[in-house]
């Protein structure tokens, strides 16, 4: 009789298959969580910001359910079906999903490590009603997690992140632009009540060119490939992605626009 099998796949690991009842943790050395009943796979060629546990996958009778535990964030597609394809949903610390019947993507955003620097890093998760073996990687542990690409917060790199990925922070996906220089030079001087020297066009496009590579990673930045002159794509992929990596928050804009409005009017 078949029953629920989960198959795990990805790049440089051998496929693990799971059943019902059984769970995977899966990270950058997550066998010091190991459990009864659950198998540890060690994610190849992770970088050393990467959580030592970033997940688990936990196989019921009739369900997979989908646990994030790392520290940084994942980008999980397949979760629903939509008019326009496969819906994304970004991962982060105590979410839980249910996987859909058929292959799911996880891409832990900037999660492994290649001589070119950080790139995301792809796991494919195959839910079918099949019977199986079950195929359990061994590998050491590692060292303490360190602190993920990111930008310093409050410094000018830092406000034009927030003001570039404004749209998408406020839930307007729809924006039919990202920001411009101009824009995001008065959004920085409105919320700091300084804005370095942005009102420099270039300037602006120097600190976009900053987060571009600390969002993609040196491997995938955009502004290193030919884009044809369309600059205003790759700003939108710019800024979509800083909101996904979460180098920005909505927290952080509540807070400049919480400062701003207490300064005193000069």
């Known amino acids: 009789m078949s029953e629920l ?7 440089g690991m051998a496929s693990v298959v799971l059943k019902p009842g059984e769970s995977l943790l899966f990270g950058r050395a997550p066998h010091y969580a190991l459990k009864p009943g659950a198998i540890a796979l060690t994610l ?12 688990e996958l936990v196989v ?16 999980l597609s397949g979760l629903f079906d939509a008019p326009g394809g496969a819906r994304r949903v970004i991962m982060t610390r105590s979410m839980s999903a249910l996987l859909d019947d058929g292959e799911n993507q ?10 070119q620097g950080f790139a995301d890093l792809l796991i494919s998760i195959d839910v079918t009603l099949a019977d199986a073996p079950s195929d359990v ?14 930008l310093i917060r409050e410094s000018r790199d830092w406000y034009v992140a927030l003001a570039l990925t404004e749209p998408w922070l406020v839930g307007k996906d729809d924006y039919p632009r990202p920001p411009s220089n101009r824009e995001i030079y008065e959004r920085v001087l409105y919320w700091h009540g300084y804005a370095w020297n942005l009102q420099r066009p270039q300037r602006v496009d120097d600190a ?4 571009s590579a600390i969002a993609f990673g040196a491997r995938d930045d955009p502004y290193s490939a030919p884009h044809d002159g369309r600059l205003q794509n790759v700003r939108f992929a710019v800024a979509r992605r800083a909101a996904e990596m979460r180098l920005v928050t909505v927290s952080d804009l509540a807070e400049v626009e919480r400062v701003a409005r207490q300064r005193p009017v000069v």
């Open 60 to 75: 019921g009778t009739d369900t997979v359910t989908l646990k994030w535990l790392g520290s940084g964030e994942a980008q």
């Open 44 to 55: 190849p060629g992770c970088a050393p910001h990467i959580s030592r546990l970033v997940g």
């Open 208 to 211: 976009i060119r900053v987060i």
């Open 137 to 150: 990687p061994a590998s050491p542990t590692g060292q303490v997690t360190s602190a993920g690409p990111g």
């Open 5 to 11: 099998s989960v198959v795990v796949r990805g790049t």
């Open 106 to 115: 996880l891409v832990i955003l900037l999660g492994r490590q290649t001589a």
